[in-house]
C-alpha cells in the first residue's frame, strides 16, 4: 500500500513510518515540523524509493489537496496532532486549531480525493487517538471501546473532538474509517518533555526528577514499536467504521516508573550516589488523571494482536537508547518549553 502518514516526523508517526517501510509499504510523511517533529527520527529510511517527505500543515487544505493529488495514496494514517497535556494547559488554542480544525481539513481533504477516484473499496482512513478522552479511572476498571468520552483537559478534549468528527464523517459521508485509542507511549525518539524521557535526561544531567503530587497517577504504558504494530494490523485487517483499543497491558504508578528508570541507570551509567536520590516531588498538574487501563480483548479477540515488549523490557531497551543516542536528545534541548515545567498557570 502507499500509505499517507501524518504528524510522521514525530514519535509515533515516526515509529509507524520506519514500521510501514520495513513492512513493503511505500509511505508519504507529511509533517509541519513543529516544536516536537524531528526529521531524524526518519533519517534511516529518509534515502529510500518508497519514502517521500511533504512539509505541509494539516489545517492548509490547499496543500493537502496538493498531497492527495500528487501521490494517490491508498490509505491515510493520521497521527499529526498537538499532544502534551501540559501545553495544553497554558495555551490550548493550538491543540484547537491543529487537533480539531485541522483534522476536519483532512478528513474534507480525504473525502474530495475518495469521491474524486470513484470511491476506491480498498480505501481507509485511519485515525489515531488517546485514552485520555474516556477520562480518568478509579482504583478498578478498564476503558472498553464503549466507555463514555468524559476528557478532562484541553488536549484530551480536542482529540475526543476529533475522533467525534471522524466518526461523523463516517457515518455522514461513508468515508471508509478505522479508529484507535492508545494508552502512553514510550521508547526510542520520545521528545524530551514527557514523563520517561525527562526522568532519564535529569538523572544523567544530575538535575532534579520531578514527579507530579504523590505520583501515584497510574498509566498504561505501551511500547511504541509495539504501538506501531498494532496501527498498521488495524490498518489492514481492521473492521470498517470500528474503534479498537491498543494498550501495553503493563499498568504502574508514576513514581514506580521513576524508580524503576532510576534502578536501570544505576547499573548501565553508575554513579557514587544512586539517581533516586534526585527524585523531588512537585505540584501537581491541574486536573491530573487519577489512572487510565484499557481493555484490550477487542484488538486481541479480532485481529489477534497483542504486545510484545514487557514494561521491564521496554524500560531497559529506552534507557539503553538514550545513553547511546546523546547526539539526538542534544540536538533538541534548544527547543521551546524543554527542560522547563509546563501547565503550572492554572
Known amino acids: 500500500m502507499k500509505l499517507l502518514v501524518t504528524g510522521g516526523a514525530g514519535f509515533i508517526g515516526s515509529a509507524v513510518v520506519r514500521a510501514a517501510i520495513a513492512q513493503g509499504h511505500a509511505v508519504v510523511n507529511l509533517d509541519a515540523l513543529t516544536y516536537a517533529a524531528c526529521l531524524d527520527n526518519v533519517a534511516s529510511v529518509a534515502d529510500r524509493p518508497d519514502y517521500r517527505f511533504e512539509h505541509a500543515d494539516i489545517r492548509d487544505r490547499a496543500a493537502l489537496d496538493a498531497v492527495f493529488a500528487r501521490h494517490a495514496p491508498d490509505a491515510v494514517m493520521h497521527l499529526a496532532a498537538e499532544s502534551h497535556v501540559d501545553r495544553s494547559i497554558d495555551g490550548p488554542g493550538t491543540f484547537i486549531e491543529t487537533n480539531i480544525t485541522g483534522t476536519y481539513h483532512l478528513l474534507e481533504a480525504a473525502r474530495a480525493y475518495w469521491t474524486a477516484q470513484n470511491k476506491p473499496e480498498g480505501f481507509r482512513f485511519h485515525h489515531i487517538s488517546t485514552d485520555e478522552v474516556f477520562g480518568s479511572l478509579?482504583?478498578?476498571?478498564?476503558?472498553?471501546?464503549?466507555?463514555?468520552?468524559?476528557?478532562?483537559?484541553?488536549?484530551?478534549?480536542?482529540?475526543?473532538?476529533?475522533?467525534?468528527?471522524?466518526?461523523?464523517?463516517?457515518?455522514?459521508?461513508?468515508?471508509?474509517?478505522?479508529?484507535?485509542?492508545?494508552?502512553?507511549?514510550?521508547?526510542?525518539?520520545?521528545?524530551?518533555?514527557?514523563?520517561?524521557?525527562?526522568?532519564?535526561?535529569?538523572?544523567?544531567?544530575?538535575?532534579?526528577?520531578?514527579?507530579?503530587?504523590?505520583?501515584?497517577?497510574?498509566?498504561?504504558?505501551?511500547?511504541?514499536?509495539?504501538?506501531?504494530?498494532?496501527?498498521?494490523?488495524?490498518?489492514?485487517?481492521?473492521?470498517?467504521?470500528?474503534?479498537?483499543?491498543?494498550?501495553?497491558?503493563?499498568?504502574?504508578?508514576?513514581?514506580?516508573?521513576?524508580?524503576?528508570?532510576?534502578?536501570?541507570?544505576?547499573?548501565?551509567?553508575?554513579?557514587?550516589?544512586?539517581?533516586?536520590?534526585?527524585?523531588?516531588?512537585?505540584?501537581?498538574r491541574p486536573g491530573h488523571d487519577l489512572r487510565y487501563a484499557i481493555d484490550p480483548t477487542r484488538i486481541a479477540s479480532e485481529l489477534g494482536w497483542r504486545p510484545s515488549v514487557t514494561l521491564e523490557q521496554g524500560l531497559e531497551k529506552t534507557v539503553t537508547w538514550y545513553l547511546e543516542n546523546e547526539a539526538w536528545w542534544r540536538a533538541l534541548q534548544d527547543r521551546d518549553g524543554v527542560g522547563q515545567r509546563l501547565g503550572a498557570r492554572a
Not at 480536542?158 to 471508509?176: C, F, I, M, N, Q
Not at 504502574?252 to 554513579?271: S, Y
Open 138 to 284: 478509579g482504583d478498578t476498571g478498564q476503558f472498553t471501546e464503549t466507555t463514555p468520552y468524559d476528557p478532562r483537559s484541553p488536549y484530551s478534549a480536542s482529540k475526543a473532538a476529533s475522533d467525534h468528527l471522524v466518526r461523523a464523517w463516517h457515518e455522514t459521508y461513508g468515508l471508509p474509517i478505522v479508529m484507535t485509542n492508545c494508552s502512553n507511549n514510550y521508547g526510542p525518539y520520545h521528545f524530551p518533555e514527557k514523563l520517561i524521557p525527562v526522568v532519564i535526561l535529569n538523572a544523567l544531567a544530575g538535575k532534579e526528577i520531578p514527579v507530579y503530587g504523590a505520583g501515584l497517577n497510574v498509566r498504561d504504558w505501551l511500547y511504541v514499536e509495539d504501538h506501531a504494530d498494532a496501527l498498521l494490523t488495524v490498518l489492514q485487517k481492521g473492521t470498517l467504521g470500528r474503534s479498537y483499543n491498543i494498550g501495553g497491558e503493563n499498568e504502574a504508578r508514576n513514581i514506580d516508573i521513576v524508580q524503576m528508570i532510576c534502578t536501570i541507570l544505576d547499573t548501565k551509567r553508575p554513579k557514587e550516589t544512586p539517581y533516586a536520590e534526585q527524585i523531588t516531588f512537585v505540584a501537581d
